[in-house]
């Protein structure tokens, strides 16, 4: 459900993308600009681009910092992690002078590297499984200035360090995959890595501004110094393939498909860089001084953006995405009361365009709701289905059972699912499954099965469903070992419903309406099953605006997805968890609201930019963090956000399979309205 609704918010906000010429900004356009990212607090530099020709170059500053010297033009600044790109295309490069494979072992060049299974291209995607610098080096923050490069390698080889997940399997960040590609390409070439970068690509290029640091600790990964002139010809050298074949230019924006047999939605992430569906872009920061590339291969737009005061990704990004609507004359979106100004776009417009019948929105302020408001539907209480947001709720009521004494959250559970008909390999049956593991989406367990057959109509139990795609069983198997990876599984939460149903001895409905509905005051909410019309919900539309057959949970799923609601209700729960945090609510220890919101590890199989905490997902992104949830059940599409040390967020249901640009465009210009910190999702 949730999987299917995670979007880049950087392919939202690129509008109306033609692929004719822009032409020079006019005065008032370039005006706009200035305008409108100096009321962001931007200052730094801003160089937007439409093949070879420079539309906007401009250094925004306002005097109430230091000017540092990146500002002045022709000063090269450090990139950070967006030197990631160059590796990739300098190991494209080496593939096609036929020097190495792509897919060759990386121990086929490095002798002294460990693992014979893990080769460029695991590397390139982040895939093989390689730990983060400080799994192996926990003072490495604190110690790195007195660190060389060749030390990180040692202290390495030295932990004899397993990976948790096969190459190929899973996506994790480690920093070690481009550094050991920087290792790759000077023994491939028998050159320093910083020499086979002037070769090969600033001199080519006529990049005359840009250079190397042969000290950066992290070579491979950052050490690349380049200004916002030398980036746009880089950049543009790849759109057109001038340096590397058309093979290669779609190899490094490509997402990358895991070879997990289990796994089906591609990771926007391609090799050095992120990428949607006709865009990359990359961000990186170093010494106090952030970039932000993007580049747009549908318009052929390349903006670069450049703080010296080392603003977060999810600054940069905003800047980016404000940008983006001037360049395309994106319309303001109004929710609030139509008017005749031809710079809006009112609300309910937007939903005919889309063909969503029906939204609502609650908007939360200094921890209270501060407004409202239902469009198109029968009344302003009118029930959505909340599809995976259903799972906060779930994991709420769990937490308050383990507060009463009632559950613990690391107890076994691996003898029950036998009795749960869960499918456990031989090889896996001393593997601890806990709550813990469960609401955290990193137990092992797969997705449910195909429950949906009419043969599971008014099954109560986990024992008694059939998946009728496989012989026997309910289509629940312990794939993973437990802990190692994040693998999304509303089948998991249906282990959880067994689990609270067996201690409480009530049914699933009555027991979240005791532990959240009933003490957060949340009179429309229910898990109760095949409302009539006099339930005032809303049905389910599709792509084309035709009404959907409703989605009919059976009884040990409700937990992963079967909630009715209101944005108003899920506010409130958010809200309350929001200031459980602060050590604010009666209804929630401090302590349990900080166990929902610790993190497990990425969540990678969902999105790129987000941890996986305990039925809820994280954003670090920006200054500050955000907790949130998606839902999709079908039909009906929901996002509920919330920032709980600011006290402000949004709840935003649709009825419709459409509903995920109008969310996003939503989410956009709260956040901007409301001067919320800002993040990447």
């Known amino acids: 459900m949730f999987r299917n609704f995670t979007y880049l918010l950087f392919g939202v906000f690129v509008w109306n993308c033609s692929e004719d010429g822009i032409g020079s900004f006019s005065e008032e356009t370039k005006e706009k600009i200035r305008k409108k990212i100096k009321q962001e607090g931007f200052q730094g530099v801003v160089l937007i681009s439409q093949d070879d020709t420079v539309l906007f170059r401009e250094t925004i500053y306002s005097g109430k910092r230091r000017k540092r010297s990146q500002l002045f033009q022709k000063h090269a600044f450090p990139l950070g992690e967006s030197s990631k790109l160059f590796t990739a295309y300098l190991i494209h490069r080496l593939a096609e002078e036929k020097k190495i494979s792509i897919v060759d072992p990386i121990q086929k060049h490095l002798k002294w590297f460990p693992n014979p299974k893990i080769t460029i291209e695991h590397l390139l995607r982040h895939t093989s499984g390689l730990p983060k610098i400080i799994e192996f080096m926990p003072n490495f923050d604190s110690e790195r200035s007195n660190l060389k490069r060749d030390d990180i390698k040692r202290s390495f080889l030295e932990s004899n360090f397993k990976p948790n997940f096969a190459p190929g399997e899973y996506w994790k960040y480690s920093r070690l995959d481009y550094l050991f590609l920087a290792y790759l390409i000077e023994f491939v070439t028998n050159q320093p890595y910083a020499s ?4 090969e690509i600033f001199e080519p290029l006529e990049m005359k501004h840009s250079q190397v640091d042969p000290n950066d600790l992290l070579l491979g990964n950052s050490g690349i110094l380049s200004t916002p002139e030398d980036l746009k010809i880089f950049s543009e050298a790849i759109r057109t ?21 289990i796994s089906e939605d591609p990771i926007a992430f391609g090799e050095g860089v992120y990428v949607g569906d006709y865009f990359y872009w990359a961000y990186g920061k170093k010494n106090g001084v952030s970039n932000f590339i993007y580049h747009d291969l549908k318009s052929r737009i390349f903006i670069t953006i450049l703080s010296p005061y ?14 983006t609507e001037i360049i395309f004359s994106a319309k303001k979106l109004n929710l609030r009361k139509k008017t005749n100004s031809p710079n809006e776009l009112y609300i309910e417009d937007f939903m005919k365009e889309e063909k969503v019948p029906s939204l609502g929105i609650a908007v939360f302020k200094n921890y209270n709701l501060q407004w409202k408001k239902m469009y198109g539907t029968k009344t302003q209480q009118t029930l959505f ?23 613990d959250l690391y107890s076994n559970w691996i003898n029950k699912l036998k009795q749960y008909k869960v499918s456990v390999p031989k090889g896996k049956k001393r593997s601890v499954v806990n709550l813990d593991l469960l609401l955290s989406h990193t137990s092992g367990l797969t ?22 795609n496989v012989s026997k069983g309910n289509g629940l198997k312990l794939y993973y070992k437990p802990g190692t990876k994040s693998r999304y599984s509303g089948g998991g939460y249906s282990i959880v419903q067994e689990i609270l149903t067996e201690r409480t001895g009530e049914p699933f409905p009555t027991l979240m309406e005791e532990y959240v509905f009933n003490p957060l005051h949340m009179k429309r909410s229910t898990f109760r099953q095949n409302l009539t019309e006099k339930d005032d919900r809303c049905d389910g539309y599709d792509e084309l605006g035709k009404i959907l057959p409703e ?22 729960l958010f809200n309350e968890v929001a200031k459980a945090k602060q050590g604010r609510s009666e209804f929630l220890t401090k302590e349990s609201a900080e166990y929902l919101l610790s993190p497990k590890m990425s969540a990678a199989s969902l999105t790129v930019h987000a941890l996986v905490a305990h039925g809820f997902f994280l954003n670090r992104t920006g200054k500050t963090e955000y907790f949130f949830h998606g839902g999709h059940t079908k039909g009906h599409k929901s996002l509920a956000i919330f920032n709980a040390e600011k006290g402000y967020g949004v709840v935003i249901m649709t009825n419709s399979e459409n509903g995920s640009k109008l969310i996003w465009r939503i989410l956009r210009t709260i956040s901007v309205d409301e001067k919320w910190d800002k993040f990447v999702n």
């Open 551 to 572: 989605k009919k949970f059976v009884t040990p799923e409700l937990s992963s997805g079967g909630l009715w609601t209101t944005p108003e209700d899920i506010g409130t």
């Open 196 to 199: 086979v970068v002037k070769k």
């Open 447 to 468: 997705e449910k099965g195909n429950w949906d057959d009419p043969v599971n109509s008014g099954k109560k139990h986990l024992k008694d469903l059939k998946d009728t």
């Open 310 to 323: 080392g603003v977060s990704k999810g600054d940069l990004s905003s800047i980016k995405s404000t940008l």
């Open 241 to 261: 393939t001038k340096g590397i074949s058309k093979e290669a230019k779609e190899s490094i924006i490509k997402r990358t498909v895991l070879t997990d047999a």
């Open 385 to 407: 289905r909340a599809g995976s947001l259903s799972k906060t709720m779930t994991a709420t009521a769990t937490l308050r059972l383990v507060e009463s004494g009632q559950l």
